[in-house]
């Protein structure tokens, strides 16, 4: 399998952060409205043995985030002991070429944050069109200027081409990314194309995760996570239906996984079925690893 990169840029206010199985499942889509529906089953058909596609969630451009660990496998001992401990946790940051060292953690400088903003909304009388009287109640929705992003893919070319992944993520950027799509929000332009071929590079037996992912039947020697409850709801032409998906318990991005000897795939996880009325929904439970300074 082939592990790509490339950064985006929003061109509108998102309403939640852009996650891995999130834009697994609108790639998906994108798929389907590209290529029809004969193709996208095809892509499915394997995805329990053998995924076609996994996708990260969208960090800021240049970082991953910190592995989930308790700070005294994050630091060495003499540093814990000099070390402003308050200051260390808020960093929540690292730089590809630490990840096998450790080296050094970061906190985002005030132009790489996203805004937190709150735009206000009215309710409408719809029998006159307007919002007089008691029909005056404004109200804020949470929105996100975000910065710009990278996300990771990792593809079996053979199955689904770099031109395909492509095309398919430059309609969805056209399309919209989550809640809220269907007015605007999550919007966004590609920057980097074609794709940029990554190599997370080194051999170390734990890895961390960039995405939620199922961490059922995983054999390994320990796992750092914490939980993350997937509410998934049904998109697209579907979702005019019962929208609502069973809740998935997973364990969240920056989990970090040990393993005996160092791990031969690159990606984690499990494909996940029977969560929806529809019997052909999948959701991806796996996530993109990268090898990290080794814990046990």
């Not at 790639?27 to 996208?40: H, Q, S």
């Not at 096998?100 to 132009?111: A, M, N, V, Y």
């Not at 008691?134 to 199955?159: C, Q, S, T």
């Not at 054999?219 to 069973?246: D, H, M, Q, S, V």
């Amino acid at each position: 399998m082939q592990l790509l990169k490339t950064t985006i840029e929003p061109v509108s206010n998102f309403a939640d952060n852009p996650r891995g199985d999130t834009l697994f499942g609108q790639l998906c889509w994108m798929i389907r409205f590209k290529f029809g529906n004969e193709r996208l089953e095809e892509l499915l058909q394997n995805y329990d043995e053998e995924p076609f596609m996994i996708v990260s969630d969208a960090f800021p451009s240049g970082y991953l985030p910190k592995p989930k660990l308790p700070l005294c496998k994050l630091l060495a001992s003499e540093y814990i002991k000099t070390t402003d401990k308050k200051e260390e946790r808020k960093k929540q940051w690292i730089k590809l070429d630490d990840l096998l060292t450790f080296k050094e953690f970061h906190s985002l400088s005030k132009e790489e944050k996203d805004e937190a903003v709150n735009v206000m909304h009215n309710s409408i009388n719809y029998q006159t069109l307007t919002t007089d009287g008691e029909h005056f109640a404004p109200y804020g929705v949470h929105e996100i200027a975000m910065n710009k992003k990278d996300i990771y893919f990792l593809i079996d070319e053979a199955r689904f081409s770099l031109g395909d992944l492509t095309n398919t993520f430059e309609l969805l950027g056209s399309y919209g990314y989550g809640k809220n799509s269907s007015i605007g929000k999550g919007r966004f332009n590609v920057l980097l194309k074609p794709f940029e071929t990554v190599n997370f590079g080194g051999q170390s037996n734990s890895v961390m995760t960039l995405s939620p992912f199922s961490s059922q039947d995983l054999k390994c020697e320990a796992i750092y996570y914490e939980p993350f409850t997937r509410f998934g709801k049904k998109g697209a032409l579907r979702a005019r239906e019962n929208p609502f998906k069973k809740p998935l318990l997973l364990a969240d991005t920056a989990s970090v996984i040990v393993f005996k000897a160092p791990h031969a795939k690159p990606y984690a996880g499990k494909a996940i079925r029977g969560h929806a009325s529809h019997g052909d929904i999948v959701h991806q439970g796996y996530a993109i690893t990268a090898a990290i300074k080794e814990i046990l």
